[in-house]
C-alpha cells in the first residue's frame, strides 16, 4: 500500500517520502481501515519539522486525524461490520492507504456528514469546544475575544459560540475576511491591519470590559488582546502563528506589558489538545466528540470543503497548506 513516511525531522517537503508497505493485519479486537481524507494540520507540520510537544520514534506516517471505511475486522471486534465510515480517535499515521486501530476508538460518522468534515473532526472542534466551555467556562452573553478568527478553529468558536449564546470578538490580519466572518454569525470583527486592536476592544465591550480571550497568533497581536483584558481577564495561548518560519527562539515571543498584568491581575495559560486528552477519559472524550459529530449532522457547525490533493501529491499539500489567505479551506489528502 501506499504510505507517506518521513525518517528525519526537517522541511515536510524536503523531507516526506511516498513509500510501498505491507497492509498491516488487524490484531485482536482491531479493524482495518481504507482510509479515505485526512486534513493537513500545522501540527503535522511541527511534527515533521520536530518542533512539537511530542514527538514520535522514526520513521514514521505523518496524520494526527482523518476518517476512512472498514476494510476487515480482526477477532473479538464486536459492534462493527466491513463498509462503515469511521473515524480513529487520537491516531498517528493517517497518511497511508490503510491503517489499524482499535476497535474501542473508533467513531461512527452519521450519514449526513460528508467524509470531508468527519476527518476533522478530532483537533480543531474539540479544541474549540473544550477552550470555551472547560478551559475559560464563558458564561452566555459574556464577551470572548479570538485572534485568527478565520482558521478553522476560529470558525468554530464562532459557530460554537452561537450556539452557547456568547459574544464574539474577531479579529482577523485581512479586512477581506471581515464580511464573509459577520455572515457567519461573528458579533465584532476587527482587522489588526487597519485597526487599533486595544482601542477597538475598548469601545465594543466600554464599561464591562473584556474578561476571556483566546489567542494563537502570539506577537503584537495576542500582546494587544492580553491588553485588552479587564481585571482578572484569562487568556488561553493555543498556537503561536505570528512565529512559525522563526528558527530564532529570541522572536517566538509573546512580548506583555508587565505593568497591565501585575495591577490588572490578568494572566495568560497555555493550552494544548494532547495534556487535555490524557487528562480525560476515553468515554468522556468520546462523548465530546460525538456531541460535536451530532452538531455537523445537524448543519449547526459547518467546516470548509477544503481542497482535496491525491496522498501521494502529500507535498503539493503541504505547500497549499502553508499558504497565506487560502479561501478552500484546509490541504485534505484523499485517496
Ligand atoms: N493547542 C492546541 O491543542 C491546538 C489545537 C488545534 C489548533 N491549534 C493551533 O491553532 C491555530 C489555528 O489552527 P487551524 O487549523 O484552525 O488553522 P488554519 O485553518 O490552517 O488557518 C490558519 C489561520 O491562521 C491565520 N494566520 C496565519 N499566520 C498568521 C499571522 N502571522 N497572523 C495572523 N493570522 C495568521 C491565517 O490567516 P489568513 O487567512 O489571513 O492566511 C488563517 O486564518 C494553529 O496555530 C494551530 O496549531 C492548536
Same mark, same amino acid.
Given at each position: 500500500?501506499?504510505? =507517506?513516511?518521513?525518517?528525519? @525531522?526537517?522541511? %515536510?517537503?524536503?523531507?516526506?517520502?511516498?513509500?510501498?508497505?505491507?497492509? *498491516?493485519? %488487524?490484531?485482536?479486537?482491531?479493524?482495518?481501515?481504507?482510509?479515505?481524507?485526512? *486534513?493537513?494540520?500545522?501540527?503535522? +507540520?511541527?511534527?515533521?519539522? !520536530?518542533?512539537?510537544?511530542?514527538?514520535?520514534?522514526?520513521?514514521?506516517? *505523518?496524520?494526527?486525524?482523518?476518517?476512512?471505511?472498514?476494510?476487515?475486522?480482526?477477532?473479538?471486534? /464486536?459492534?462493527?461490520?466491513?463498509?462503515?465510515?469511521? =473515524?480513529?480517535?487520537?491516531?498517528?499515521?493517517?497518511?497511508?492507504?490503510?491503517?489499524?486501530?482499535?476497535?474501542?476508538?473508533?467513531?461512527?460518522?452519521p450519514?449526513t456528514v460528508? #467524509?470531508?468534515m468527519?476527518?476533522?473532526l478530532?483537533?480543531?472542534p474539540?479544541?474549540a469546544w473544550?477552550?470555551?466551555?472547560?478551559?475559560?467556562?464563558?458564561? &452566555?452573553?459574556?464577551?470572548?475575544?479570538?485572534?485568527?478568527?478565520?482558521?478553522?478553529?476560529?470558525r468554530l468558536v464562532i459557530q460554537l459560540s452561537q450556539i452557547l449564546g +456568547?459574544?464574539?470578538?474577531?479579529?482577523?490580519?485581512? &479586512?477581506?475576511?471581515?464580511?464573509?466572518?459577520?455572515?457567519m454569525g461573528?458579533?465584532?470583527? =476587527?482587522?489588526?491591519?487597519?485597526?487599533?486592536?486595544?482601542?477597538?476592544?475598548?469601545?465594543?465591550?466600554?464599561?464591562?470590559?473584556?474578561?476571556?480571550?483566546? #489567542?494563537?497568533?502570539?506577537? /503584537?497581536?495576542?500582546?494587544?488582546? +492580553?491588553?485588552?483584558?479587564?481585571?482578572?481577564?484569562?487568556?488561553?495561548?493555543? $498556537?503561536?502563528?505570528?512565529?512559525? !518560519?522563526?528558527?530564532?527562539? !529570541?522572536?517566538?515571543?509573546? %512580548?506583555?506589558?508587565?505593568?497591565?498584568?501585575?495591577?490588572?491581575?490578568?494572566?495568560?495559560?497555555?493550552?494544548?489538545?494532547?495534556?487535555?486528552?490524557?487528562?480525560?477519559?476515553?468515554?468522556?472524550?468520546? $462523548?465530546?466528540?460525538?456531541q460535536l459529530l451530532s452538531l455537523m449532522a445537524q448543519g449547526r457547525i459547518v467546516l470548509?470543503?477544503?481542497?482535496? @490533493?491525491?496522498?501521494?501529491?502529500?507535498?503539493?499539500?503541504? &505547500?497549499?497548506?502553508?499558504?497565506?489567505?487560502?479561501?478552500?479551506?484546509?490541504?485534505? +489528502?484523499?485517496?
Open positions: 500500500m501506499l504510505s =507517506i513516511q518521513f525518517e528525519r @525531522f526537517g522541511e %515536510p517537503t524536503e523531507v516526506l517520502q511516498v513509500v510501498d508497505v505491507p497492509v *498491516p493485519e %488487524p490484531k485482536t479486537n482491531q479493524v482495518l481501515i481504507r482510509m479515505r481524507v485526512r *486534513p493537513v494540520h500545522s501540527s503535522d +507540520l511541527h511534527i515533521m519539522r !520536530g518542533r512539537y510537544g511530542i514527538l514520535p520514534p522514526l520513521p514514521i506516517s *505523518p496524520g494526527i486525524e482523518g476518517m476512512g471505511v472498514i476494510e476487515s475486522l480482526g477477532e473479538g471486534v /464486536q459492534g462493527f461490520h466491513v463498509g462503515q465510515r469511521v =473515524i480513529p480517535f487520537n491516531s498517528w499515521g493517517c497518511w497511508q492507504e490503510y491503517l489499524v486501530a482499535d476497535a474501542s476508538r473508533l467513531l461512527l460518522v450519514d460528508s #467524509d470531508e468527519a476527518a476533522q478530532i483537533i480543531n474539540m479544541t473544550v477552550m470555551l466551555t472547560q478551559e475559560l467556562q464563558v458564561e &452566555r452573553g459574556e464577551w470572548l475575544v479570538q485572534t485568527a478568527a478565520n482558521s478553522a478553529v476560529g +456568547l459574544k464574539t470578538i474577531n479579529i482577523v490580519r485581512s &479586512r477581506e475576511q471581515v464580511q464573509g466572518l459577520l455572515d461573528a458579533d465584532e470583527v =476587527i482587522c489588526s491591519a487597519d485597526e487599533n486592536v486595544v482601542e477597538r476592544i475598548a469601545q465594543i465591550t466600554g464599561s464591562t470590559g473584556v474578561g476571556k480571550a483566546m #489567542d494563537s497568533v502570539a506577537g /503584537q497581536v495576542g500582546a494587544d488582546v +492580553l491588553q485588552s483584558l479587564r481585571f482578572g481577564g484569562v487568556m488561553l495561548q493555543y $498556537g503561536a502563528l505570528s512565529t512559525h !518560519g522563526q528558527t530564532d527562539p !529570541g522572536k517566538m515571543i509573546l %512580548p506583555v506589558f508587565a505593568p497591565k498584568m501585575i495591577y490588572g491581575v490578568t494572566s495568560v495559560r497555555g493550552w494544548w489538545i494532547y495534556p487535555w486528552l490524557s487528562s480525560v477519559s476515553l468515554e468522556e472524550a468520546r $462523548g465530546i466528540a460525538n470548509g470543503s477544503g481542497q482535496a @490533493f491525491a496522498l501521494a501529491d502529500a507535498k503539493q499539500a503541504v &505547500r497549499y497548506a502553508q499558504q497565506a489567505q487560502r479561501q478552500g479551506g484546509k490541504a485534505l +489528502l484523499v485517496g
